[in-house]
C-alpha cells in the first residue's frame, strides 16, 4: 500500500516561487510511477506534471512548460515540484498521484493512478 501526502502549498504573488512536495510512504515507491495534478474550482481535475518511476522521463502540460520542473528523490521517498513564474491561473487545488503499472511509464488520465494524497492548495494573487 502506498500513502501521499502533499505540502507546500500557501499564497504568492503573480511571478513568484513555490515548491511543492509529496512525502510518499510505503516498500514500492521507486517503482511507482508519480504525477501532480491540480483541480481548480468549477474545472476537471487536470495533469500538470509526471515523472517515471526511474526519475528518467518527465512530461508537463504546454501550460507549465518552462515554469515548473518535476523530481524525484527514491532514497527519500519524495517527489517535488517546482514551480516558478506562478500566474494567477495556476490558482487550484494541487494533488500528488502515484501510478502502480508494469513499464513504470508516466500517464495524463487521472484514472489511470492509483494513490492520491489530500491536496494542497495552490493561490497565486495579480
Known amino acids: 500500500q502506498v500513502q501521499l501526502a502533499e505540502s507546500g502549498g500557501g499564497l504568492v504573488q503573480a511571478g513568484g516561487s513555490l515548491r511543492l512536495s509529496c512525502a510518499v510512504s510505503?516498500?514500492?515507491?521507486?517503482?511507482?510511477?508519480m504525477g501532480w495534478f491540480r483541480q481548480a474550482p468549477g474545472k476537471e481535475r487536470e495533469f500538470v506534471a509526471g515523472i517515471s518511476r526511474s526519475g528518467l522521463r518527465t512530461y508537463y502540460v504546454d501550460s507549465v512548460k518552462g515554469r515548473f520542473t518535476i523530481s524525484r528523490d527514491n532514497a527519500k521517498n519524495t517527489v517535488l515540484l517546482q514551480m516558478n513564474s506562478l500566474k494567477p491561473e495556476d490558482t487550484a487545488l494541487y494533488y500528488c498521484?502515484?501510478?502502480?503499472?508494469?513499464?513504470?511509464?508516466?500517464?495524463?488520465?487521472?484514472?489511470?493512478?492509483?494513490?492520491w494524497g489530500q491536496g494542497t492548495q495552490v493561490t497565486v494573487s495579480s
Open positions: 498521484a502515484g501510478r502502480q503499472s508494469p513499464n513504470g511509464v508516466v500517464a495524463t488520465a487521472s484514472r489511470e493512478y492509483d494513490y
Open positions: 510505503g516498500r514500492t515507491f521507486s517503482s511507482v510511477a
